[in-house]
Nanobody, 127 residues
Framework: QVQLVESGGGLVQAGGSLRLSCAASGRTFSGYAMGWFRQTPGKEREFVAAIIWSDGSTYYADSVKGRFTISRDNDKNTVYLQMNSLKPEDTAVYYC????????????????????WGQGTQVTVSS
């Protein structure tokens, strides 16, 4: 079993920055991928970014490419999402997810590729 705990959300003005953290615990992390998704009321959860744990490859949704950066700290079993140049449309609950299936490598952009999810952290960007 894996527990994921997100932190770092909050209220920020447009153009500002936030850094989200996702700490994994419960077992030695040897997962295939970790991802960030976000969701707003009435909408489906959408992919934001993913990182492949073994080689550090990163992937981004077009809407955040160039503004967000996903990274990992292997020693701390922690994944970060640095969010710069935030826009009001980035407002959402952000979820961290961990994928332990081989298919997580290929389908990192889909929520069904992930076994475990955090509780979510609210990010609000004011205009």
């Amino acid at each position: 079993q894996v527990q994921l705990v997100e932190s770092g959300g909050g209220l920020v003005q447009a153009g500002g920055s936030l850094r989200l953290s996702c700490a994994a615990s419960g077992r030695t992390f040897s997962g295939y991928a970790m991802g960030w998704f976000r969701q707003t009321p009435g909408k489906e959860r959408e992919f934001v970014a993913a990182i492949i744990w073994s080689d550090g490859s990163t992937y981004y949704a077009d809407s955040v490419k160039g503004r967000f950066t996903i990274s990992r700290d292997n020693d701390k079993n922690t994944v970060y999402l640095q969010m710069n140049s935030l826009k009001p449309e980035d407002t959402a609950v952000y979820y961290c997810a961990a994928g332990f299936w081989p298919s997580s490598l290929k389908y990192y952009y889909t929520d069904w590729a992930y076994n475990y999810w955090g509780q979510g952290t609210q990010v609000t960007v004011s205009s």
